[in-house]
């Protein structure tokens, strides 16, 4: 799109934004409302379309439209993380959501390719 810094930085900054309102605002409205299951099948459909439209973009306004589809999948990362910490000890908490966030860190550049 021929972006330079400044747009670049709007887009991230607007990716920041979504994924603060859609975390800390959304889901809590969603999943009590909705149900764990229903928001994280929801949740990744939308964001696997969210990636679709990031890969189709003809235009910076597609990017955008692919972004806020994107941020009502967000609230499907918060929903998983919670019906699986339910599955062990308090006691285990640290080293469960460190193992999350390890295995999402290795599998999230890999995910568009699947």
């Known amino acids: 799109f021929g ?3 400044e747009e670049t930085g709007r887009f991230f900054s607007a990716i920041g934004a979504c994924l603060l309102l859609s975390q ?3 889901t809590r409205i ?3 409302t909705l149900g ?3 928001v994280i099948l ?3 459909a939308l964001e696997s379309l ?3 439209i990031y890969a189709m973009a003809s235009s910076p306004r ?3 439209l692919g972004l806020v589809v994107g941020a009502f999948g967000y609230p499907a990362g918060p929903a998983v993380k919670g019906v699986v910490a339910r599955q062990v000890e308090p006691s285990e908490q640290g080293q469960l959501q ?3 966030a390890g295995v999402q860190t290795l599998v999230r550049p890999l995910s568009p390719l699947i």
């Open 24 to 26: 800390g605002v959304l």
């Open 30 to 32: 969603v999943v009590p």
């Open 50 to 52: 969210h990636f679709l």
């Open 42 to 44: 929801s949740g990744y």
């Open 3 to 5: 972006w330079g810094s």
């Open 62 to 64: 597609v990017m955008y």
């Open 98 to 100: 460190g193992a999350l």
């Open 36 to 38: 764990e299951r229903a």
